[in-house]
Nanobody, 125 residues
Framework: QVRLVESGGGSVQPGRGLRLSCEAS????????MAWFRQAPGKEREGLAG????????YYAGSVEGRFTITQDKAKNTVYLQMFILKPEDTAMYYC??????????????????WGQGTQVTVLS
């Protein structure tokens, strides 16, 4: 089993940045990829960024590429999402997810069986 715990959310002013963390524990050795998603009230869950745990690369949704950056610290079993120039429309619950399976650059929620509880990000307007 894999456990994911997000942290780092909060309320920020527009234009500011925020870094989210996702610490993985349990049977993490066989994970293939980890990703960040978000879901705003009344909207579908949206894939933002993913990273191959092997270090083979990262992938992004077009809506956040260039403004969000995903990185990992393998020694800490932690994945980060650095968000820059936040906008009110970035307000959402942000989730970390992981998969053992190979999906090429997938940001579909159905590709990820393991999920954290989420951390709330609110960009004040």
């Amino acid at each position: 089993q894999v456990r994911l715990v997000e942290s780092g959310g909060g309320s920020v002013q527009p234009g500011r940045g925020l870094r989210l963390s996702c610490e993985a524990s349990g049977d993490t050795g066989s994970l293939y990829a980890m990703a960040w998603f978000r879901q705003a009230p009344g909207k579908e869950r949206e894939g933002l960024a993913g990273i191959y745990t092997s270090g083979a690369g990262t992938y992004y949704a077009g809506s956040v590429e260039g403004r969000f950056t995903i990185t990992q610290d393998k020694a800490k079993n932690t994945v980060y999402l650095q968000m820059f120039i936040l906008k009110p429309e970035d307000t959402a619950m942000y989730y970390c997810a992981a998969t053992r399976d190979f999906y090429y650059r997938s940001l579909l929620p159905t590709s990820y069986p393991y999920w954290g509880q989420g951390t709330q990000v609110t960009v004040l307007s």
